[in-house]
């Protein structure tokens, strides 16, 4: 997950000088000065000034096993501070609180925010959160949630969702054993209330497999990205149409050999996660934008930003010539 601070300075009414540019020989700046002046003139821009408003981002994953739920919270601000360690020394004073259909409160305490972003230079404009892992554990599918974040000047945003409901992937087991250069198709049962599907794998082995056939890989894992944009769509193909949020990254001769299957001696972690409307309505980041041209928040009161909820499954995939020993052949009913 990660956070996107607009670094906007202050914002003024201020004047903007516009001319024609002067030409590339001037013989005598007498001559042509005249001809500048007249070309120049002063134009008022008026530019609103912005709001430097809380945002927080609070997300709920329930996973196969109940110890592995997470709750987790992030807060910072819309305008990038110019000292970052001050906005999270203000926000994180904040109190947040999911409550459970029957009331339960689960409490979300302060965290390393090593836990919220990927990039270790934001970390210090930002405040993170996370919920006790005994806590989180009671949280089932198709559970209603709220929200309530209390922020240290008396501030409150509020919000609610609803957990997609359970599923599960169709015909294949947890871990299996895929043929190398084979094309694996996915199902999975819908899950109640979701929004779309979002898919990702990793996949581990790949700059020495694919050495010998002269492509240079330079993540080990790589990482791979999917959508299935509707609570209907259950069904996608292993590994060609992961990666088409990455297509703009991947180098062609890589992408194109994925298309036709995985090479032996490699390794992949594959998650299916459904994923609700609050979730859907406010994601966006690179060309992964299923909210749109904005994001729609689902949290009110003083700030903004958003309470989703995800059900995630997870298999993993090992590419092998023969089947290895224990682990049974990846076969989908492909239905």
Known sequence: MRTHPMPWPSRRAFGVASCLPLPRRAASVAVYLPLLLAACELEEVSVVDVEDVVVAEVYVN??????????LGLLHKTVGPTDPGDVRTELVGSRLTVRRSDGTPIPVQGADPELC?????????VACFLA?????????????????????????????????????????PQRCTLAPDTLLPLRWSRADGAWAYVNETAISGLPGALEPEGIDVEEDPLYLLGLSISDSDTTIVFPSEFGVFNRFELEQDL???????????????????????????????????????????SLRGDGTGVFAATVGRRMVLDVASEPLPGIPLCLSDGG
Do not use: C, H, M
Request: charged share 25%; proline share 8%.
């Open 62 to 71: 329930v996973k196969e096993i109940p110890t592995e739920n997470q709750v």
């Open 117 to 125: 972003l990927e990039e270790e230079p934001q970390s210090r404009g």
């Open 132 to 172: 006790d892992v005994d806590d989180a554990s009671g949280i089932r599918p198709g559970e209603l949630l709220e929200l309530d974040v209390e922020l240290p000047d008396g501030g409150r945003l509020e919000g609610a969702t609803r957990v997609p409901g359970g599923f599960e992937l169709l015909g294949v």
């Open 255 to 297: 992408a194109v050999r994925l298309q036709r299957g995985l090479p032996v001696s490699t390794r992949a972690e594959v998650t299916v996660t459904a994923v609700d409307r609050n979730y859907v309505n406010w994601a966006r980041g690179g060309s992964f934008n299923p909210s749109g041209q904005v994001r729609i928040p």
